[in-house]
């Protein structure tokens, strides 16, 4: 018995030996355990429209426009992050708080304005899912598409949807980091000229709608909305703000915005110049890869594209058919048929739009409906932060002077936008 190993000795309950790393890797398993609502809100700005309008910056104004997304990140960021202690404060859904202390009929407009901005978004999606498919497999992208769209489908009838949306987004976001993070190091962008052009504002000329475009996709005002929706969907207490706010939030919204200024500095590195006035393709980026890294370049960026195009398709149907439904007064529970009903709707209008145009890929129609979602961005702004400056509703989350600072330059970037695209439209 003397070869044995000597029993722990526990000397009482002041005894911490060995308990740190264990309180440690509780935490950090607690921690991992809060991501997911900001990482679906995330996965559904940064679909094809983000991508296509980052490729067209990158091969036609180089470096230049990164600081747009380094600046729209932080007021996507804002916004999220309004939407979320809305959430966590409120008896009922962010619709049904607007409703209570606004009126029914701002609600209801509310509901209406992000679903029509799904509806626009739907169709980005599904054209994207069947390129980067075909990308990589060959065939028709009208196919691929409606294939993806049946996957998409079947996934609304799982049990636990939320659930299974929540993981299936994580693993596809860290599928598409890897892959645009091995697509920048594929591409050796100039690292230099890449920090200038993210703290260094400049808009050149002739960038019109692309920067509408851009805004549009990286701060969206409309995903930030949904932020509230994901978090009670999770069942996220008010007490869990800050852990969240650290382990889910700020990645979630931070992760997009990086993955699109890599793709920015991949284009300007291999496509300066290409496609003139229009910008290059997503099919001449894929192409200009196999020469520097052989098929499993191009291989490297369509998974990247295609989970792009699918976690965005997943996203965006849910907060259509959620805010829907919501708007309409049905409900808000993911478990509701009603609110199933309107994200088939969503999907059903992207699938139908694809189909009629042959199953081509319209870049510049796509841009364009990415751009046109900012017209309803401003009504939704204003309504969250009306409500997060409630002292009656919110209590100690309401929002500190810094962050009204920020909320207004976010409004102020929503108008120029608006303006923009008005006047590129009409002129």
Known sequence: MSDAA????????????????????????????????????????????????????????GYSLIWVIAVSTVLMLIYADMSIRIALVSKGSVV???KEHLGRWVGG?????????????????????GLGLSLVFGGSPMWWTLACTT?????????????LIEKLVLVIVAVMAASFVATAIVTRPDWGA??????????????GLLIVALVGTNFSVNAAFYA????????????????????????GIVAPGIMTALVIMAAAAVL???????????????????????????????????GAALSAMIANATAGGTLLSDGLGFGNRLASWRVRAGILGVLGFGALVTVLARGESPVQLIIAAQALTVVVAPVLAVLLLVLANRRGLMGDLRNRWWQNVLA????????????????????
């Open 228 to 251: 509230g929706y994901a978090s009670r969907e999770r069942g996220l207490r008010r007490e869990q703000y800050r852990e969240t706010t650290i382990a889910d939030t700020i990645p």
């Open 194 to 207: 890449a920090a200038v052009g993210s703290v260094v504002p400049v808009v050149p000329a002739g960038v």
């Open 96 to 98: 049904q708080t607007i």
């Open 6 to 61: 000597p029993a722990r000795l526990n000397n009482g309950p002041n005894d911490t030996s060995g308990s740190a790393p264990v309180g440690r890797g509780r935490r950090v398993l607690r921690m991992l355990a809060l991501m997911g609502p900001a990482f679906i809100v995330g996965a559904w700005q940064f679909g094809p429209g983000n991508l296509t309008s980052a490729v067209q910056a990158g091969s036609r104004f």
């Open 408 to 427: 207004a330059i976010g409004l102020v970037a929503i108008a120029a936008v608006c303006y923009q695209l008005a006047v590129t439209s009409f002129s």
């Open 272 to 306: 300066p110049g290409v496609g003139g006035e229009d910008g290059a393709t997503l099919k001449q980026f894929s192409t200009v890869l196999t020469p520097i890294a052989g098929d499993i370049g191009r291989t490297i960026f369509s998974l990247g594209f295609t």
């Open 109 to 129: 407009l509310a509901g209406f304005g992000v679903f029509a901005i799904t509806l626009m978004f739907s169709v980005g999606n599904a054209v994207g899912s």
């Open 151 to 163: 996957v998409v489908v079947g996934i609304l009838f799982a049990r636990r949807l939320y659930t």
